[in-house]
């Protein structure tokens, strides 16, 4: 057994010193709160320092965030003092070297954190507690519901560990898939990393991983939510970014068509901050509640800076008003932020543009013509079917085909015979899209891809036939999306007429044995490529998902258990957590 004791109290805690955190810290200060910070590290800043990731890419860069010195790009350990004696010069307590490792909770709410320190293991109390670690470190063990890999389709934005070199302040990685709730994945990486930089001083102290486990929340952002500009009436923190996926999308709208590198700004409700059933707690960063593939448009350092601040803010009105963070004035929380230039002052008068009315998405139905408007109809599937079959029987002939798509990928095996038609009268696959990490922008499928899995959402078995001729067709060298495309298809119909092609796939050569159980395979296959490398994961994610979907299919002959149960044993914890997944879900 082991001891635990209280060791303090404060009106606030905030752990994690990421990217949110400082910010969050010096907000709640400057209300006049007693504030605790806890950092595992021995610098504050998160990805901006011990990240190295020392350069601004997009955001909006207003507010608190503009205050903070060193413009566009800084010197790291500059920044981290900045962050520091900001906290101090505000009344904050800072533990550097303290890991948060539990929750206490008291009738569904938050009062207290377990904490392990040089000192030993305690508990320290809080009337609100702010989860800035950016993987809900806090809110997991609390009994947070989360979101997080899981047997639905795959998807990781690419993660990288930098090397620095003596006098240098920037390197922005990704060369691999990260699970940092693993921490022999997070050990790994760093052992065989190493070797990636010969020439380098030191690692980084922290893996820069884009994309982590998030809360549910009592609101949870969508893709559709930002591509239609939704605005809220509890709007904390307005983010602007360009769609930087680092990967490979899985948003069913992103089938029909595609943001490429157009910038949104993006609205983030207080909601989505607040663990659903929970109180006491409030999270913040990459923990927010949010759909996948809407957080490369949240993520950016100066809006993740904002956030942080209005977290604090948030979390101290709470704690001097001794009420629930649910319960706090928020027309008072948007005011404050309105003055100091965080919010525009258009968020005081805001309302839920949703649902959207039917004028919106009568004109949505038209606009696909012209390759948009499939966001709007995507956020109401029960409206929009009669809608797009009505379009469908009117449209002309170079029309139908992106009806028949759209009603497909909403399910509607309307236009089936449409979309067999262009798989059929292709002979050979179309160019496809190879995985790639860092600076991946535009569909990461092809047109025959999204045909492809659009016919696979039908769940009509009649489109079968096609899709594994084209199947026949994979071996090693096609492009990574094909792959991808048959799989996905062939696992939403689930017809075992699918398995012995699928299995003759995976048993051509280079298909298989692309799994990492160990340190030494790591080494051989994970760190050549620099620093941007990518064909490991293209190699693994291929058999992985192509085995998922021999499995689902009634698999052949045992080879895609065989292929899964090799996957739970990958030291890349979100492969192993994905195929052990798969395994337990049949």
């Known amino acids: 057994a082991m001891t635990i004791s209280c060791l303090c109290w404060y009106y606030v805690v905030v752990f994690g010193c990421v990217t949110a955190g400082a910010p969050a810290v010096i907000a709640a200060t400057r209300q006049g709160s ?6 595992s590290l021995y610098g504050l800043g998160g990805v901006a320092t011990q990240g190295a990731i020392s350069s601004y890419y997009w955001g909006t860069r207003v507010g608190f965030t503009a205050t903070v010195p060193g413009g566009a790009s800084w010197v790291i350990e500059q920044k981290m003092e900045w962050y520091r004696s900001e906290v101090l010069k505000a009344g904050g307590d800072v533990w550097f070297g303290v890991i948060g490792c539990g929750a206490l909770v008291q009738a569904d709410r938050v009062i207290g954190a377990v904490v392990a320190t040089p000192q030993g293991r305690g508990v320290v109390l809080a009337k609100v507690v702010v989860d800035a670690t950016g993987n809900s470190d806090v809110a997991a063990p609390a009994g947070a519901e989360c979101q997080y890999t899981d ?60 994309e982590r486990r998030r809360i549910v929340g009592d609101f949870t952002i969508t893709l559709l939510d930002q591509i239609n500009g939704r605005t809220y009436p509890d709007t904390v923190v307005v983010a602007r970014s360009n769609f930087d996926t680092h990967g ?6 992103l089938l029909v068509e595609h943001p490429g590198h157009a910038g949104f700004n993006v609205n983030i409700p207080y909601r989505a901050m607040l663990p659903k059933g929970l109180e006491g707690l409030i999270v913040t960063g990459l923990s927010t509640s949010a759909h996948r593939d809407a957080v490369p448009l949240i993520r950016m350092q100066p809006d993740i800076q904002n956030q942080g601040y209005a977290a604090g803010v948030a979390a101290a009105m709470a704690a001097k008003a001794n009420t629930l963070l649910r319960n706090i004035d928020l027309r008072d929380l948007q005011k404050h932020l309105v003055e100091i230039g965080n919010l525009p002052k258009s968020v005081l008068t805001d309302k839920d543009s949703f649902p959207l009315p ?4 009568a004109k949505a139905v038209e606009s696909l013509k012209q390759g948009h408007g499939a966001a709007a109809l995507m956020t109401d599937p029960q409206r929009a079917v009669p809608l797009l079959k009505k379009a469908y029987q009117q449209a002309e002939p170079q029309h139908r085909l992106i009806y028949a798509k759209t009603l497909a990928v909403l399910g509607d095996n309307t236009g089936l015979d449409d979309l067999l038609k262009v798989v059929t009268g292709a002979e050979k696959w179309d160019k496809g899209w190879n995985y790639r990490g860092m600076g991946q ?25 096609a899709i594994l001729e084209k199947a026949k067709l994979l071996d090693a060298s096609v492009e990574f999306s094909h792959h991808r495309a048959v799989g996905l298809a062939c696992e939403l119909i689930g017809d075992p007429r699918a398995a012995p092609v699928l299995a003759e796939v995976l048993q051509k050569p280079g298909m298989t044995g692309h799994a990492h159980t160990s340190i030494e395979i790591a080494r051989q296959r994970g760190a050549p490529g620099g620093t941007n490398a990518e064909t490991t994961r293209r190699e693994s994610l291929r058999e992985l998902m192509l ?33 052990k997944a798969v395994l337990e879900k049949k």
């Open 34 to 39: 007693k504030i605790l910070l806890v950092e």
């Open 151 to 210: 047997h639905t389709e795959f998807g990781m934005q690419g993660t990288g560990l930098p090397g620095r070199r003596l006098g240098e302040t920037y390197n922005n990685t990704d060369f691999t898939i990260v699970d940092e709730t693993d921490m022999v994945d997070m050990t790994h990486v760093f052992v065989y990393a190493k070797e990636k930089y010969p020439d380098a001083f030191d690692h980084g102290k922290l893996i820069d991983t884009r």
């Open 358 to 361: 039917d004028e919106a998405l």
């Open 441 to 465: 922008f535009g569909s990461a499928l092809s047109e025959l891809d999204t045909i492809i899995i659009a016919l696979g959402r039908t769940g009509d078995r009649r489109a079968l036939p």
């Open 547 to 579: 085995a998922r979907a021999l499995y689902r299919c009634g698999d052949h002959n045992g080879l895609g258990k065989r292929i899964l149960e090799q996957y739970t044993r990958d030291l890349r914890g979100h492969l192993a957590r994905h195929a």
């Open 248 to 253: 490979y999308t899985v948003d069913p709208y």
